[in-house]
C-alpha cells in the first residue's frame, strides 16, 4: 500500500492537511484565500500546506477561478490519481466490486461476481482473491490502493473489524485477516449503512442534513444520517429496524425472535408470502416453475412484476404497506428531511413506492410528515460498492 503522509503523525500540520483534503472532498475546489477563512490560518501558512499537499501528489492546481473582475486566483481540488480505493459489496449469491479514484468518481464497476461467502477464514481469503485480480484487470496496481471497503449484512463492529453474522473465530477479525491478505487497510461495514452513505455522497441524499436510508432487499435495513453525520449507536449496530418487534403473525424471524418487521416488509417477506400462495393454487406467471420444484428467487418475483403479474404485484403492495407503516412511525421520532428506499425490493418501483407512501401519510403526524421527501434510490444496487468506496475514503482522510 501507497506510504502517505495521513498515517505519520498527529501534528499540526498534519490536521491542518487532513482538513484540507476533507474540504475538497465536500466542496470540490478552493483557492488560497477560501482554505485560509476556512481553516483559520494565515496565507503564507495555507500556501505552504498547499504546496505540500501538490507535492505530496494529493492536490492539484485546476486553473484560474472565473471572477466579474479583478486578479484571478488560483484554485485547487483532489489529484484523482493519488489513490484509489475499493468497495466490495457482498450479497447472497454474489459480489460486486466498484473502484473510486481520490476525487471520489468511479472509474470501473464489475456486477455479479458469483460468490457464496461462509463464516471461515478460508472463504475471506478466496473473497480477497477475487479482489486482487479484478483490481489487476482493472489496471490498478495494489500499492496505488490507499483503502478497501467490504460490506456485510447484519451486525457489523466497524471499529474491531467484527461481524458477527459471519464470524470467523473470537481472536481473528474479519478486517484484519484481509489486511493480511490485501497489503492495506480494511474497513467492515454494514451493508445497509454503506449504502446510505453512498447515497448521501454520491446519490439524492447530497445536501441533506438529515436522511433515512431504507433498504429492502431479501431482510431488511436501516441507515441514518442525522445532522450530517452518519449514526452508529454506542456498539455500532445502529439501524436494525428489521427487528423491530412491531407484528403480530408469529412469524419467526432470521433471528430467532417471533413477529420482526423483517417478517412482513422484506424480499424474505415477499418470498414466503408469494411461497404460501402459490401452495394455494393461485394463478401466476411463476406456478409452473413453483409445481416443478425449481428455486424462485427475488429476481424471478422482480420479473413477474415487470410482466403485470398480479399475485406478484399483490404481495409487494402488502409488504409496501407494512413497511410504510412502520417508517411512519420512524418519521414521528426522527422528522428527517428525506426517507430514501433502496436495495433490491426497491426495483418493484411505484408498486412498492406507492403502498409505503399511502401508508405514512395515514399512519405519521402531518405536521411532520410534510416536511419529509420520500425518494427512491438513485445510485440502486451500485449503492453498496459506491459507498464501501466513499466510506474508506472517508476513514482514511478522518472525516468520520
Known amino acids: 500500500m501507497k506510504n502517505f503522509f495521513l498515517n505519520s503523525s498527529e501534528s499540526k500540520n498534519f490536521l491542518l492537511k487532513k482538513k ?63 489513490g484509489y ?24 464497476y464489475i456486477d455479479s461476481i458469483p460468490f457464496k461467502v461462509e463464516s471461515s477464514a478460508d472463504s ?25 471497503g467490504l460490506n456485510l449484512s447484519g451486525r457489523v463492529n466497524n471499529e474491531t473489524g467484527y461481524c458477527f ?20 487497510r480494511v474497513f467492515v461495514e454494514n451493508d445497509s449503512r454503506a449504502m446510505t452513505y453512498g447515497e ?4 439524492v441524499g447530497k445536501n441533506e442534513k438529515d436522511m433515512l436510508f431504507i433498504n429492502v432487499t431479501w431482510g431488511l435495513g436501516m441507515g441514518m444520517i442525522l445532522n450530517g453525520k452518519l449514526l452508529y449507536g454506542k456498539s455500532g449496530f445502529s439501524g436494525e429496524i428489521g427487528h423491530f418487534p412491531m407484528l403480530n403473525n408469529d412469524q419467526i424471524c432470521q433471528c430467532g425472535k417471533r413477529g420482526c418487521l423483517e417478517t412482513g416488509a422484506s424480499g424474505y417477506a415477499a418470498h414466503r408470502i408469494l411461497m404460501e400462495r402459490l401452495a394455494e393454487g393461485r394463478a401466476s406467471i411463476l406456478a409452473d416453475k413453483f409445481h416443478s420444484g425449481q428455486e424462485i428467487m427475488l429476481e424471478d418475483i422482480l420479473m413477474a412484476i415487470e410482466e403485470e403479474d398480479v399475485l406478484a404485484i399483490e404481495v409487494i403492495e402488502e409488504i409496501g404497506g407494512v413497511l410504510g407503516r412502520a417508517i411512519a412511525g420512524i418519521i414521528n421520532v426522527f422528522n428527517p428531511e428525506l426517507v430514501v428506499i433502496g436495495g433490491k ?5 411505484e408498486y412498492l413506492m406507492l403502498p409505503i407512501k399511502a401508508a405514512i401519510q395515514k399512519h405519521s403526524l402531518n405536521i411532520i410528515n ?9 445510485l440502486g444496487e451500485k449503492g453498496g460498492p459506491i459507498g464501501a468506496c466513499m466510506l474508506s475514503r472517508s476513514k482514511v482522510l478522518g472525516l468520520l
Not at 90 to 101: G, Q, T
Not at 128 to 139: A, H, L, Q, V, W
Not at 345 to 349: E, L, T
Not at 370 to 378: A, L, P
Open 20 to 82: 484540507i483534503l476533507g474540504l475538497c472532498v465536500t466542496e470540490g475546489r478552493y483557492s488560497i484565500a477560501d482554505l485560509s477563512r476556512e481553516l483559520n490560518t494565515s496565507i503564507p501558512t495555507t500556501t505552504k500546506l498547499v504546496e505540500e499537499l501538490i507535492e505530496e501528489g494529493f492536490l492539484e492546481d485546476l486553473g484560474k477561478l472565473d471572477t466579474n473582475g479583478g486578479r484571478r486566483p488560483n484554485i485547487y481540488g483532489l489529484k484523482a490519481s493519488a
Open 85 to 108: 480505493f475499493i468497495g466490495t459489496d457482498v450479497r447472497r449469491h454474489h459480489v460486486s466490486i466498484a473502484i473510486a479514484d481520490f476525487r471520489g468518481d468511479i472509474v470501473d
Open 124 to 148: 475471506f481469503r478466496n473473497l480477497c482473491s477475487i479482489i486482487k485480480d479484478n483490481i489487476r484487470k482493472s489496471g490498478i496496481k495494489e500499492e496505488e490502493v490507499l483503502a478497501y
Open 165 to 184: 453474522t459471519y464470524f470467523i473465530g473470537e481472536d481473528r477479525p474479519i478486517a484484519s485477516l484481509m489486511e493480511e491478505e490485501l497489503g492495506g
Open 200 to 203: 448521501y455522497i454520491c446519490g
Open 345 to 349: 425490493m426497491a426495483g418493484a418501483r
Open 370 to 378: 410534510k416536511d419529509t421527501k420520500i425518494k427512491t434510490s438513485r
